[in-house]
């Protein structure tokens, strides 16, 4: 999740919070549905920004679209820094905020170009109702749905009744993508086969796998974003007095020599 306020007005900000890579999309084996036949499918990158209102959002969006596939309006961050800014779940019942920064991105990028939301669930499943009309009415290209409401913590298992209503109340309409509890091929295949979704999102599972490490090196992962995701990783690994280093590593190098010092392997793909 990207400030699109901050990434709007300073360099800093966009040579810090976004870089790529032609070869970062990656390409993927996909089977047809209607037929046994595959294909070679590019894949996608889609930047997420946070925003409390539609100037920032798509002077953000207007900066950056040249350069992903799509974009993406933070509706679910229940971190309480975030809600009071009024971004992320803020937005939950802000569906008129929600309606203006879709439009007034639509007139900065075009009606083509894919501009998504990604909410949580509420409480009062006719709020959630509401939120996916308002999106859709305004032109979102698809929904990602997390089966938590904001009050509730990871912890909590994941509502998959609440996202099969997600995907009823969009009709067919765009597409709903599931997230939440997400770790392997076999618990994705069961949400999308409970849910009837047309797509899932892995958030954890994928910054918990270790292959991270090695593909952040081989891209060139600024530092403090490597540092940042391996303290998400690593947090129920590390002793308190461990963690208590390893926030304070510099480097690249020194962060990969401490953890092979507790005994961690980060060798190169083999």
């Known amino acids: 999740m990207i400030l699109a306020?901050?990434?709007?007005?300073?360099?800093?900000?966009r040579q810090s919070d976004f870089t790529t890579?032609?070869?970062?999309?990656g390409v993927f084996v996909m089977q047809e549905r209607s037929s046994n036949r595959k294909r070679l499918v590019r894949g996608s990158l889609i930047a997420?920004?946070?925003?409390?209102?539609a100037t920032s959002f798509a002077d953000a969006a207007e900066l950056i679209w040249p350069h992903i596939d799509g974009i993406d309006l933070n509706c679910g961050c229940p971190q309480p820094?975030?809600?009071k800014e009024r971004i992320g779940s803020f937005l939950l019942r802000q569906p008129d905020t929600i309606r203006d920064i879709?439009?007034?991105?639509?007139g900065r990028v075009g009606q083509r170009f894919p501009i998504s939301i990604k909410i949580r669930i509420d409480s009062d499943l006719k709020k959630t109702d509401q939120l996916i009309q308002t999106a859709i009415h305004a032109g979102a290209s698809h929904i990602a749905v997390h089966g938590r409401t904001r009050h509730q913590p990871s912890t909590a298992p994941v509502s998959l009744e609440s996202i099969s209503f997600a995907v009823e109340a969009a009709k067919g309409v765009v597409p709903i993508v599931a997230n939440g509890d997400a770790w392997s091929f076999v618990d994705s295949e069961n949400i999308r086969e409970t849910t009837g979704v047309q797509g899932v999102m892995s958030a954890r599972g994928l910054l918990a796998n270790p292959e991270f490490v090695w593909l952040s090196t081989s891209y060139g992962l600024p530092f403090g974003l490597f540092h940042r995701h391996l303290q998400y990783m690593l947090e129920d690994r590390l002793m308190k007095q461990e963690r208590a280093v390893f926030t304070q590593l510099p480097s690249l190098a020194s962060t990969i020599d401490y953890l092979e010092s507790l005994g961690m392997d980060f060798g190169e793909e083999s």
């Open 5 to 13: 306020k901050e990434f709007s007005r300073s360099a800093v900000a």
């Open 21 to 25: 890579s032609t070869n970062e999309r």
């Open 102 to 106: 879709i439009h007034t991105t639509r």
């Open 48 to 53: 997420q920004f946070a925003a409390s209102e």
């Open 81 to 83: 820094w975030a809600y």
